[in-house]
């Protein structure tokens, strides 16, 4: 048996350990586009920070691929999955036969039009070197500015504050996750900026940078503001261009049912490419986190293994915005949502938005409201009837 | 039964909670949005970050999955005689 995994990413990665868990025999490859060992995407902001060492960010030394006799392939693109003959093509030549294919190609950031030094983008460790290399260069009354409403945003904020350095943060949207969060937690979040002297600007549909060797300054609805460093996160999209023509069913993301297979047979999928369908919540979802990538790297390799387990999870996610926590859990599309409840007030410091679909919690999104974590997650797992009057709702 | 100390990096962990989907007799939240750690379900002394526990050979192999699934490794894990099991050193 081969086992051949694309992506040396925490899915693809944990994957392969997996199946070297459950088949001591059999090959096992594992190609990854970067050079690097393993690392945590998650620890990057914290080297960046300057409270671990670099070394610390990787989670496998180079060496841990051969005394697990997992082949190693560093730096290679795939070009093409030929599902029909159970091969792969590499970019450049060379072709790679499979029995069980795994595809875990994460996904790419979506680049600005333009670009030029001092535009930073944070997915890999290759940028959070290019940033630390950015920010140890800058002048002392540099001005730093971000443009996007998200995750990666949050994490520059987080960055730029902790270095003192000005912030002039500009998002598409009225306000933050405009499309994914609630007026009202918008509200505090844009409060905690505005407090801790963040300039917001909404509603920055374009963005054009300014400067001729390196960037001096954005301009965006019709004003200047200077920036010696652009921190950009607009978003990410799936990794499966190598795809086309392969007769795999795509989406957003690479269709799979709950045993995270796709309609070709000895073809997988997880992590961020996946758009694996959620028994739970009885829809297809693509999760682009940690703990949601790690657990399907698991899963993936016990179905490859022969085993025949759905995946499970009730997925969440957590950010700090400059002092204000954010947490995500469950289902929090407001499309699929029967109905949408708020609990607790703006004045009050906090808000948590409650996602009800037939009467059961299925996701909760969490504005300086952490207590209320536990119990929410407890009752999305236990799909709790809210009208059980034993079911108790935070106040 | 192994007697191991368990800490997490209140400074490191950033409330992904992985640790408690795996492990949750061993880690829950906080209201700062942290892991703190429990012995087999229960909180003698209070909440804490560290503490030590006796455990068997499979909560001890949970613990070290809730550990290695933290995607900012503030988890630690030693033994009695104090050596650090998990991160490898």
């Known amino acids: ?94 072709e790679l036969s499979y029995d069980k294919l795994l595809i875990a190609s994460g996904s790419e950031v979506k680049l600005m039009d333009q670009d ?42 987080n960055i730029f504050h902790e270095a003192n350095i000005p912030i002039t943060l500009a998002y598409r949207g009225a306000h933050m996750w ?39 300054s954005i301009f965006i609805n019709g004003q200047t503001y200077p920036c010696s460093l652009l921190g950009v996160g607009v978003g990410v999209a799936p990794h499966f261009s190598l795809l086309q023509e392969s007769g795999i069913q795509m ?15 000895d073809v997988y999928a997880a992590g961020d490419v996946a758009e694996f369908f959620d028994e739970r919540f009885e829809r297809t979802f693509i999760t682009g986190n940690w703990m949601n990538a790690q657990m399907q790297g698991r899963v993936a390799a016990r179905n490859m293994t022969g085993s025949h387990a759905a995946f499970d999870l009730v997925s969440s996610y957590a950010m700090n915005i ?22 607790g007030t703006v004045e009050a410091g906090g808000v948590t938005e409650l996602f009800v679909r037939k009467n059961k919690l299925v996701g909760a999104i969490l504005t300086g409201r952490n207590m209320d974590r536990a119990i929410l997650t407890k009752l999305i797992q236990e799909k709790a009837d809210l009208t059980d009057s034993g079911v108790v709702l935070p106040m | 039964m192994p007697r191991i100390r368990v800490k997490v990096d209140e400074d490191l962990c950033i409330g992904a909670a992985s640790c408690v989907t795996i492990a949750p007799d061993t880690f829950q939240m906080n209201a700062e949005n942290k892991a703190y750690v429990l012995d087999h379900g229960t909180e003698p002394e209070g909440s804490k970050y560290e503490r030590w526990m006796e455990v068997t050979d499979d909560e001890m192999e949970n613990i070290l999955l809730g550990a290695q699934s933290c995607p900012t490794l503030a988890i630690f894990i030693f033994d009695e005689a104090g050596t650090q099991l998990f991160p490898d050193m």
Not at chain 1, 148 to 154: L, T, V
């Open chain 1, 322 to 343: 400059v002092g204000i926590e954010i947490i995500f859990i469950g289902d929090t599309s407001r499309t699929h949502a029967d109905e949408t409840r708020l609990i």
């Open chain 1, 1 to 94: 048996m081969h086992y051949v995994i694309i992506g040396g990413g925490i899915a693809g990665t944990t994957c392969a350990e997996e199946l070297r868990k459950l088949d001591s025999a059999s090959k096992i490859t594992l190609i990854s586009e970067e050079f690097h060992a393993l690392y945590s995407r998650v620890l990057l902001p914290h080297y960046i920070k300057g409270k671990i060492p670099r070394e610390r960010v990787f989670l496998k030394k180079e060496s841990w691929y051969a005394e697990q006799q997992i082949e190693w392939l560093a730096g290679e693109i795939i070009e093409r999955v030929d599902a029909k003959n159970k091969h792969i093509e590499f970019v450049g030549g060379g």
């Open chain 1, 251 to 265: 989406h957003e993301g690479i269709l799979t049912n709950a045993f995270l297979e796709t309609n070709v047979k």
């Open chain 1, 178 to 216: 405009s499309r994914g969060i609630s007026e009202e937690a918008g509200m505090l979040i844009k409060n905690q900026l505005v407090q801790n002297g963040i300039t917001v600007i909404e509603n920055a549909k374009e963005i054009e940078c300014i400067g001729e060797k390196t960037i001096e």
């Open chain 1, 116 to 157: 030029l030094p001092g535009v930073s983008y944070l997915r890999t460790l290759d940028d959070a070197d290019q940033l630390v290399e950015l920010m140890r260069a800058l002048p002392k009354d540099a001005h730093a500015c971000i443009y996007g409403g998200g995750f990666i945003a949050c994490e520059y904020l």
